[in-house]
Nanobody, 121 residues
Framework: QVQMVESGGGLVQAGGSLRLSCAAS????????MAWFRQAPGKEREFVAA???????AYEDSVKGRFTISEDSAKSTVYLQMNSLKPEDTAVYYC???????????????RGQGTQVTVSS
């Protein structure tokens, strides 16, 4: 059974930083790309960042230069370092696995339960 467990969310002031982690288990994700999505209240889930099995990355425009996605393949863990956080970054953040291009279009094969990130002004 595939499990993807996010951690690291919380409450932070605007301008602060958080580091999200996602531990994946239950199958091998060597050939999968990993990504982060987020969903704010009343809004649709949106793509945030992705990393391919070869290390290629992609970011949604509003987080470029502030967020960094990385992974530790040996630990099957993916990270999202979030700096210069803004109130509009407030959302539930989800870890996903799937195709690199497909996830940028909103499609993924596996998803975790999410972790709440709240940025106060």
């Amino acid at each position: 059974q595939v499990q993807m467990v996010e951690s690291g969310g919380g409450l932070v002031q605007a301008g602060g930083s958080l580091r999200l982690s996602c531990a994946a288990s239950g199958r091998t994700f060597i050939n999968y790309s990993m990504a982060w999505f987020r969903q704010a209240p009343g809004k649709e889930r949106e793509f945030v960042a992705a990393i391919s099995s070869s290390g290629r990355t992609a970011y949604e425009d509003s987080v470029k230069g502030r967020f960094t996605i990385s992974e530790d393949s040996a630990k099957s863990t993916v990270y999202l370092q979030m700096n210069s956080l803004k109130p509009e970054d407030t959302a539930v953040y989800y870890c996903t696995a799937g195709g690199f291009a497909a996830m940028q279009q909103g499609k993924y094969d596996y998803r975790g339960q999410g972790t709440q990130v709240t940025v106060s002004s």
